[in-house]
């Protein structure tokens, strides 16, 4: 995958080569109790297949599966677990795999190789691989697109690890780095994303915010994951519930900085914030 003048992205998934010409949205598809803004409502066949049906006829390019929460407050659950989570999912989703990309939300290796071997195409790691050694290697062994996440520890203890001499240089030295080591190893499609939330203060995910075209220089997409967070309701004293406007207005600057793919819970406003900003980009 790569970045070009004209924000055309190519993506080799399943042995396909995807184009992209447009900045693209990554719809988030929890089938788990706790994730933080929509935990429990997707949990069973007909919900997981009506969320779906939904994200796709809203416009989403790409459905992200997350069997397991990473905010900081999610019971964390294990392996086995959230295998048979993914296989439970799967078996569900089969009639939709040829209908959209689809991407798996894991930091586990083995949980990226079963999705993988059941028809998911992309895997995105919010530990940047520093969770499971096996991670890097699974990768450059399936050949898969990875989206490599910035974060400072597992999400139980992340918020207590927030020191940074430079918070976006800080970042993009560990991108730099984990980018070229997965390049040593055969991994041409990797996206970046600076990991909103992954052990940074409300105020340093602004100063992200603020400079997202710096991750630019990497020459990968940049995605970014705004959606409902708490940097957004902690700053207007809200709850995720009522933060939808407030995502509208963040993905609308990491648009005009560049930003590639939004990945986002609410697909139709994305889609539209998309086509607007595009008009003046």
């Not at 924000?7 to 900045?23: C, D, F, H, S």
């Not at 803004?37 to 796709?56: F, M, N, P, S, W």
């Not at 990226?112 to 969770?131: H, K, L, P, R």
């Not at 600057?253 to 990945?263: E, F, H, N, T, Y």
Request: charged residues 20%; proline residues 4%.
């Amino acid at each position: 995958m790569h970045f070009t003048h004209n924000a055309m992205l190519t993506l080799n998934y399943k042995g396909k080569i995807v184009q992209i010409n447009r900045p693209c949205v990554m719809g988030i598809l929890n089938v788990t109790r706790y994730s933080f803004y929509d935990g429990g409502c997707y949990t069973q066949a007909e919900t997981i297949k009506a969320r779906v049906e939904q994200l796709l006829q809203e416009g989403a390019d790409i459905i992200d599966i997350g069997c397991m929460a990473t905010n900081p407050k999610a019971t964390p659950i294990t392996e086995e677990e959230e295998i048979y989570t993914l296989q439970q999912t799967l078996n569900t989703l089969k009639p939709y795999l040829s209908k959209a990309l689809f991407s798996i939300d894991t930091y586990r290796s083995k949980v990226a190789q079963t999705a993988v071997e059941q028809g998911i195409g992309i895997i995105n790691d919010i530990s940047g691989g520093t969770f499971d050694p096996e991670m890097f290697p699974t990768i450059a062994r399936l050949q898969v697109p990875y989206v490599l996440t910035h974060t400072t520890g597992l999400p139980q203890e992340m918020q207590q690890h927030t020191d940074y001499n430079d918070v976006v240089g800080d970042i993009l030295f560990f991108l730099s780095e984990k980018l070229h080591t997965l390049r040593s190893m055969g991994v041409n499609d990797v996206i970046v994303d600076p990991g909103f939330g992954f052990g940074k203060t409300v105020q340093q995910n602004y100063t992200l915010l603020k400079n997202i075209a710096v991750f630019k220089q990497l020459r990968c997409p940049v995605l970014v994951g705004l959606s409902r967070k708490s940097m957004l309701y902690k700053l207007l004293n809200t709850t995720a519930e009522e933060s939808l406007y407030a995502t509208i207005a963040a993905d609308t600057l990491a648009l005009m900085q560049g930003a590639d793919i939004l990945r986002v819970h609410d697909v139709k406003p994305a889609i539209d914030t998309i086509n607007i900003v595009s008009q003046i980009l």
